[in-house]
């Protein structure tokens, strides 16, 4: 497995809860449930992706900047998520966050999977791809046990 298999195995599982989040309503153990996986997996992923992508990419010019917008994606949708545990379930205001957020999600995805994964791909030998998804794989299993605890 290389890093791109890796990451889209998650952006799978993120576009399913984001798009479950939205269908959901008010105060139920459904919307918890759906919330909760998608907080998760976005906490275990951006910090095992910062790690096993972005910052072996920042090591080279052309990765910087993709890097950097990227990195600042992860910084918006953690807003949200704070905003979200901070407005009651059952308000309005709660599912036009979650909207925004699912908007926010496919749009990260889409612009990884169609640029960032281009200009990496060319930048990143055979060998340090797979040796990245092991390291991001490792990591994301650790942030998600220690999301759970």
Same mark, same amino acid.
């Given at each position: 497995?290389? +890093? ?6 998650s952006?799978?599982?993120q576009?399913?809860? #984001? ?23 976005l906490? #275990?992923?951006a +910090? #095992? /992706? ?6 072996p990419?920042? /090591?080279? !010019? /052309?990765?910087i !900047?993709?890097?950097? =917008? ?7 949708? !953690?807003?949200?998520? @704070? *905003?979200? !545990? ?16 699912? *908007?926010?999600? =496919?749009? =990260?995805? %889409?612009?990884? @999977?169609?640029?960032?994964?281009q200009?990496?791909?060319? +930048? ?6 797979? #040796?990245?998804a092991?390291?991001y +794989?490792? @990591?994301?299993? /650790?942030?998600?046990?220690?999301? %759970?605890?």
């Open positions: 497995m290389n +890093i791109f298999e890796a990451l889209r195995e952006h799978e599982r576009r399913s809860y #984001a798009k479950a989040l939205v269908q959901t309503s008010g105060d139920s153990p459904e919307r918890v449930e759906t919330y909760q996986q998608l907080k998760s997996e906490h #275990a992923h +910090i #095992a /992706e910062e790690r096993f992508f972005y910052m990419l920042m /090591e080279h !010019d /052309e990765g !900047d993709l890097s950097r =917008h990227a990195i600042a994606e992860h910084h918006e949708m !953690d807003e949200m998520m @704070e *905003e979200l !545990d901070d407005t009651e379930l059952s308000s309005p205001g709660w599912l036009a966050t979650a909207k925004r957020l699912s *908007e926010k999600v =496919h749009h =990260h995805l %889409k612009e990884e @999977e169609q640029k960032f994964f200009m990496a791909g060319k +930048i990143l030998s055979e060998k340090q791809k797979a #040796a990245l092991r390291g +794989i490792k @990591e994301f299993d /650790e942030q998600l046990m220690s999301n %759970k605890k």
